[in-house]
């Protein structure tokens, strides 16, 4: 079996979660890679929009950044930026959110914004927000990747940029959050979902060779554990010369 | 009718210490040698405005030309963070400076407020974020019509906007295509606008998906070819995503920084 890294099973789980057909808002790095290896393998009509205003972008190389002109030169329509958050993330008309943290917590609240310290005197300044709280608001469901560790997965968030279910079940609708939150967090050792109920992140399935303790030693709070946990299938042949190919394109871009 | 000007004139007749200034541009159009004018003439006490304080923002904080920064992402796209932007919020070097923090989508609809006349805008954003805590400039509001609570920020009305563009002809009539961002907003909702151009044309020819900035709503043009660069203009310019990527390691160490700033900035030749 072809050997693989912890970052490309992330990736390929994460592009796995995207069905062909959908609307995706992308973010740039891990995200666009996942969103372009899904486009690439079993999505190939997955609609990739990203928040410099192309709309349904289909980069044959992996963008540096959210407005790389061969984003604009693929886009079936190209569109101003006030126009790509009022008419199109926010009446609800995109599918899926893709979503980083560098802090989450149980219910799936992220900070990108500062860790430690308080907030004007803060240990790390974190570039903040950007289109985030919004697609975290309004997206019809997002998915969160990130890699699990106590440093990340903390019991506490220090300060909520995006709102995943708040503090628990109703939260969102009391907010008037009209999209479904994080309902899948994707991370280098498996898969967490929300429970229905609670709304709290349970374990769901384990990456291949990953067991639940290493999943509880990554976790800063009593991590729940589904009944049933699965374990994922490593990736394909295919999925992974896709994604090697894709992340060639990176480094030889100009 | 928009003047022609020099970009050193542009800048020393727009630019003044204490202003607030907008220099917009998603990832493309990025006008970086209006910001290094900007350097060179050595402004103070600036509260820069921008949704994505990037590279050239880092220049300027770091150069200490800002006081305040109003924006809603600040990084180095694709590549980290900003070393002279975390440098002057966690250390105050080389002056403190002061954050007034937003999401993209309130910072877009802030300057298209401004750009339509109203004080604030609405929309569905912010809530239940740590962001309201920290500013006065992001309120709740009830719909007069249905009651539902929404979010308003007030209008962005900068002293000047900065953007750069494709072309201009002769009467300052701006033409840019291709990502255009938030500039056409960013330069309504402005007292006064500079823009430069890669090029000055007799006639300007349609393009596909193009954002004209009438001249009679434009202060002055300024043609500075390459102007955007380390950023691009589509038809013109590539991006210089080794240059995003050298920034990393230009700007982690002061003396690093300060010695490019000196060599790239203050003693770069202009043209007039």
């Known amino acids: 079996m072809t050997e693989y890294t912890a970052d490309e099973m992330m990736t390929v789980a994460a592009a796995r979660q995207l069905r062909d057909g959908t609307a995706c808002f992308v973010g740039i790095g891990l995200p666009s890679t996942a969103a372009n290896l899904a486009r690439a393998t079993h999505a190939p009509g997955l609609v990739l929009i990203y928040e410099s205003g192309c709309l349904g972008a289909k980069p044959d190389r992996l963008p540096l950044s959210i407005g790389d002109g061969v984003l604009a030169d693929t886009a079936d329509a190209v569109v101003s930026v006030p126009e790509v958050f009022n008419y199109w993330l926010q009446p609800g008309r995109i599918d899926v959110g893709f979503l980083g943290a560098a802090q989450l917590d149980r219910y799936g609240n992220i900070n990108t914004t500062v860790v430690g310290g308080d907030y004007t005197d803060p240990k790390v300044r974190l570039p903040g927000a950007g289109g985030a709280p919004e697609i975290a608001a309004s997206c019809g469901e997002v998915v969160v990747v990130v890699r699990q560790s106590l440093r990340t997965f903390t019991e506490r968030v220090d300060f909520v940029t995006s709102v995943g279910y708040g503090s628990g079940p109703g939260d969102r609708a009391r907010l008037g959050l009209r999209g479904g939150g994080p309902r899948t967090v994707i991370t280098d050792l498996g898969v967490l979902e929300a429970d229905p109920a609670t709304c709290e992140l349970t374990l769901t399935r384990l990456h291949p060779g990953v067991t639940v303790d290493q999943a509880r030693a990554a976790t800063g709070w009593p991590l729940a554990v589904a009944d049933e946990l699965a374990t994922g299938e490593p990736p394909t042949a295919d999925e992974l010369a896709v994604l090697r190919a894709l992340e060639a394109t990176k480094r030889t871009a100009r | ?272």
């Open chain 2, 1 to 272: 009718m928009a003047k022609l000007v020099s970009l050193a004139d542009g800048v020393a007749e727009l630019v003044r210490d204490g202003d607030t200034v907008a220099l917009e541009g998603f990832t493309h159009l990025i006008p970086f040698a209006a910001g290094h004018e900007i350097i060179r003439q050595r402004r103070r006490d600036l509260t820069l405005v921008r949704m994505t304080p990037d590279v050239i923002y880092d220049q300027l904080i770091g150069a200490g030309c800002a006081r305040r920064l109003v924006f809603s992402w600040g990084g180095n796209p694709g590549v980290g963070s900003l070393h002279r932007f975390r440098d002057a919020v966690q250390n105050s070097w080389p002056v403190p400076l002061e954050l007034e923090e937003h999401s993209h989508a309130g910072m877009a609809n802030r300057y298209v407020a401004g750009a339509s006349g109203l004080p604030f805008a609405v929309l569905r954003g912010y809530t239940g974020t740590d962001l309201p805590r920290h500013t006065t400039n992001i309120r709740p509001i009830e719909c007069p019509f249905t009651g539902e609570t929404l979010t308003a920020v007030p209008a962005l009305r900068p002293d000047v906007t900065v953007v750069h563009a494709q072309r201009a002809d002769r009467a300052g009539n701006v033409q840019m295509w291709g990502i255009t961002g938030v500039q056409k907003e960013a330069v309504l909702a402005a007292q006064r606008s500079l823009i430069t151009v890669e090029e000055i044309v007799d006639e300007l020819e349609p393009v596909p998906g193009q954002v004209v900035l009438p001249g009679w709503a434009v202060t002055a043009v300024a043609r500075v070819p390459g102007g955007s660069h380390p950023s691009y203009t589509q038809g013109y310019s590539v991006r210089d995503n080794e240059f995003y990527r050298a920034w990393d390691a230009i700007s982690r160490d002061r003396d690093t920084f300060t010695d490019w700033i000196a060599r790239h900035v203050h003693e770069a030749e202009v043209p007039a």
